[in-house]
């Protein structure tokens, strides 16, 4: 949203102007007990300018609420009732995880290790494939990241860290809990690919038990969204 910095939906919701506090509790709606997490940069000036003298307006949510960016139409009430043209906002989404992030400026090309990051909560985009310590270790980076940075995958050198017929991790999560079942990969993957897998207990031939799966790290996939 341009230069509209991110700040926390809770927040946005008590003191946010009139469009960006029904945006925000729409938001919060959408991620329900995740929103805890929920970060906002909500570019409403024009609607907020819109609705100043309006009897009333209301908001809907366009695109998906739980992506990277989507956008609120604002319609506006006049009096008597009348509707009145309406207006776009759009907002971008961040999200509270812990992630591993640089203990020290690294230089592109270096071979990490463990003692290079340390989790730390940060603002993430949703579509973000979020790391592990041990996911980074010996992986070599594409730039450089200062001190404090977050980690992600897309900063590393793209390679192959799940082989085809190779023995996978495989994780997946609800609400405030997770579960890890052994699978094997159908196809290779790179971090942030998307593959066929199935469980280890599964037959090779039984399609019917094959799932698509995110690369997360070195043998470890986990669920991708339905």
Do not use: Y
Not at 19 to 34: D, F, H, L, T
Not at 76 to 92: C, F, I, Q
Request: hydrophobic letters at 45%; a positive charge.
């Amino acid at each position: 949203a341009g230069h509209t910095p991110c700040i926390a939906a809770a927040e946005l919701r008590e003191g946010g102007g009139m469009v960006a506090r029904e945006i925000a509790k729409a938001m919060i709606r959408s991620w329900g007990p995740e929103a805890s997490g929920l970060q906002l940069a909500i570019d409403a000036t024009a609607a907020e300018a819109l609705v100043a003298d309006a009897t009333g307006f209301s908001v809907e949510l366009l695109g998906n609420p739980r992506s990277d960016r989507c956008n609120a139409r604002i319609a506006v009430r006049r009096e008597g009732g009348r509707p009145s043209r309406a207006a776009l906002a759009r907002v971008d989404v961040r999200i509270i995880r812990s992630v591993p992030v640089a203990f020290r400026d690294l230089r592109a090309g270096r071979k990490l290790s463990r003692s290079d990051f340390e989790m730390a909560s940060r603002p993430v985009r949703p579509s973000e494939i979020v790391l592990d310590i041990g996911s980074l270790e010996n992986r070599k980076l594409q730039g450089s990241r200062v001190a404090g940075a977050a980690m992600t995958a897309g900063l590393l050198k793209a390679e192959f860290v799940v082989e085809r017929q190779g023995n996978v991790l495989i994780l997946a999560s609800g609400t405030g809990v997770q579960v890890e079942a052994p699978g094997v990969a159908m196809e290779k993957g790179r971090i942030g690919d998307t593959i066929e897998c199935r469980l280890r207990t599964a037959g090779d031939r039984d399609r019917n038990a094959r799932f698509s799966a995110v690369v997360i790290g070195p043998g470890r996939v986990r669920l991708a969204d339905r």
